[in-house]
């Protein structure tokens, strides 16, 4: 009688055990799906970001380059006024230089 009761007793605590880890692989399986899908979300989000960071460095660069353009631009001006003056100056001080005063 009692091996029968605790052949009984381990079989129900087996299939506790066993029910148990079955519901623990439920959960863990649940909670992967969960945080899986999670992930996915986050992807499809970052890349649907990273396009729209493309866009945005695209703008950029092209901002960058017109104003770099408008700067060589401004430069090439500065220098031609540059040699204008320097031109002026130097005609000012040879005209000074003989006594050619205006």
């Not at 087996?14 to 880890?21: A, L, N, V």
Request: aromatic share 10%; hydrophobic share 30%.
């Amino acid at each position: 009688m009692k091996r029968t009761r605790r052949r009984w007793s381990i079989k129900s605590n087996f299939s506790r055990i066993i029910s148990y880890g079955f519901k623990m692989l439920r959960l863990l399986r649940t909670n992967f799906e969960k945080i899986q899908k999670e992930h996915r979300e986050m992807f499809k989000q970052s890349f649907a970001n990273a396009s729209s960071m493309v866009k945005d460095y695209r703008v950029r660069a092209e901002k960058s380059a017109k104003f770099i353009t408008l700067q060589d631009k401004d430069m090439v001006e500065f220098a031609e006024e540059r040699e204008n003056l320097t031109r002026a100056h130097e005609e000012r001080r040879q005209t000074l230089g003989r006594g050619d005063c205006p």
